[in-house]
């Protein structure tokens, strides 16, 4: 049974730091291509950072652009997602999700994503 599970989340200050983890089983990341989502009550999912199966396409939201630091250890089948400078705006659920064309696809587009986690909560607060 493929599938991926998130930990890491929790409860941050402001300007803090907190590293997501995303372990998969059953399938072998070293040919998908991965990313990372979040989705904040009363918004809708949206695409956060991801990364092409080589590692050669990378890609950032706008919003955490300088902040965020997307990557994977094929040798571990697990991929992260460092996030430093933490603001309450980046409060939300976070997913991991993988695409198996190995891409990382324009725009991070949800609808590309074919495997996903169950979520972690990432909370940014005072």
């Known amino acids: 049974q493929l599938r991926l599970v998130e930990s890491g989340g929790g409860l941050v200050k402001p300007g803090g730091s907190l590293r997501l983890s995303c372990a998969a089983s059953g399938f072998t990341l070293y040919h998908y291509g991965i990313g990372w989502f979040r989705q904040a009550p009363g918004k809708e999912r949206e695409g956060v950072a991801c990364?092409?199966?080589?590692?050669?396409?990378?890609d950032y939201s706008d919003s955490v652009k300088g902040r965020f630091t997307i990557s994977r250890d094929n040798a571990k089948n697990t991929m992260y997602l460092q996030m430093n400078s933490l603001k309450p705006e980046d409060t939300a659920v976070y997913y991991c999700a993988a695409e198996n064309l190995g891409g990382c696809p324009r725009k991070i587009a949800l609808k590309r994503f074919d495997y996903w986690g169950q979520g972690t909560q990432v909370t940014v607060s005072s």
């Open positions: 990364i092409s199966s080589s590692g050669a396409s990378i």
